[in-house]
């Protein structure tokens, strides 16, 4: 990666408000992003990138200064350099045009400190949280859709697919951190060596699972798998949820009451994938492509947001390799909606302020654009993509050449899919679902005998739920909390404020 220069002078900010209003027009604060949008930046080497301070180009705000916290899903390690680099960004996007307030970066991710920092009353304005993550974190995150309509955001800002991970009957909770609809890399040169074509863009599922059998076996004394897809024993991830629809079937219904695993198309989704799992041809990923990749013991691996980054510190120029989308499965186009998450602390208070933290985190596109040049991160904002394309190719050069429009293509046309969290008891389902997932992998069940049951469990769930009253969900549950903590504040002699 060669270095980002951060050392442009971002637009002043006007004079100081109170914390919870804003301190700028809106005209004011875009000067500022577009700014930010337009400074240059790299994304191939952290070991180059200058070891800039911070606090030199802080802001002098007015005193008393208020000090928030934001999570910024940022998607690289989170290293001194670059804890200082994304503070700087924090500091001239954002803090420069609210003086009065210290916005300060955490990384994302820690779900269960995050949350106990909520209902403690210092939790961060703005959560940044994975997708297996959200049903756990939605009973403390704000409903968006009364501030997107206001500020004028549409929902076709971003993919539309994914945006139905993070709706409830209540509304709409999270956006997407970034996309990623993700394609596979694949390694070419192993498929001269064996003999075997490169995949055509408009493959089928049929087509797969021939050359994925075609490239497994042993390989200089260990097993070589053909593919690594997303998802394992004790690990849906967001993986298992794009197959159904590909297969014509559904996880849950378009409630989310009740679950159809044990649906004819579902079934066959599963009958898919669990006989090359069984016979060695695939194995279990997490979104980013393993060391098998680079020693040759995997061909195709699916992508993540990292993947690109990944591929060019990892694979770089010294094998052949490229994109290629997920398979035409056979009835409709799916592949993984990677979506890391943006959503707003229901309990934080001071809401203009955590919204206006909101805005430049998930909406408006210049703090985007930076992430683009330091880590080649893929964008939430569809508006975005063909902008990535350029950004990415002239920070990695390498990448000229490689098929980039398949993760854009994907994300543009709604063929993404996450995963579907059940409207009543979100968390006890999954956890039924992994755990007769996970008996399938390990071959202790069928796959047709496995859905079966765990739609028979979760549809059990989510009716005894339904008939005994299920647990709150959004604000009502946001509520409950806050007068639990008042209660707790008053035993104990404290302020209830």
Known sequence: ???????????????????????????TRRDVLRWLGG???????????????ASAVRPAPANPVTTVHVQLNVQIPSSAIVQRIVQQMLDEGFNAAHRGVRAIWEPW????????????????????????????????????????????????????????????????YAVPGYTACEPFIYRQDILDDLGQPYP?????????QRLWQACSGESNGAHR???????????????????????????????????????????????????????????SGDGTPSQGMVDGSVVFSQGAGHAVLWAVQNLGQRVRWDFIPYPRWPVRPATVANGNFYGLNALAGQTELAWELFRFAAIEPGFVRQLMRLTLQEPALLSLWDEWMAVVTAQAPLLRGKALHFWRDAAVQGEGYGPVFFERQPVQAEAIVTDFWTKIWQRALGVREGFTMAAERVNALESAAATEGAPPSGRELVAQQQRALRRLNTMFGAATD
């Open 225 to 283: 798998y053909g593919v690594t897809l997303p998802f394992g024993p004790g690990n849906l991830d967001p993986g298992a949820f794009f197959i159904f629809p590909g297969f014509g079937g559904a996880y849950a219904d378009s409630g989310r009451l009740q679950c159809l695993l044990d649906e004819p198309s579902s079934v066959q989704a599963g009958e898919y994938f669990f006989p090359m799992v069984w016979s060695g041809v695939a194995a």
């Open 109 to 172: 991710g820690n779900m269960p400190a995050v949350i106990a920092a909520i209902v403690a009353g210092n939790g961060p304005l703005v959560i940044a949280g994975s997708l297996v993550q959200f049903a756990t974190v939605l009973p403390f995150l704000a409903a968006l859709d009364v501030p997107l309509r206001q500020d004028g955001d549409p929902p076709s800002l971003w993919s539309s697919n994914q945006l139905d991970s993070f709706r409830r009957s209540s509304g709409l």
């Open 200 to 208: 055509a863009p408009d493959w089928t599922y049929l087509d797969a």
């Open 1 to 27: 990666m060669v270095g980002v220069p951060l050392d442009g002078q971002a637009g002043g900010g006007c004079d100081a408000a109170p914390p919870v209003r804003r301190a700028c027009s809106r005209r």
């Open 39 to 53: 400074a240059a930046g790299a994304a191939a080497g952290l070991e180059l990138l200058p070891g800039c301070s």
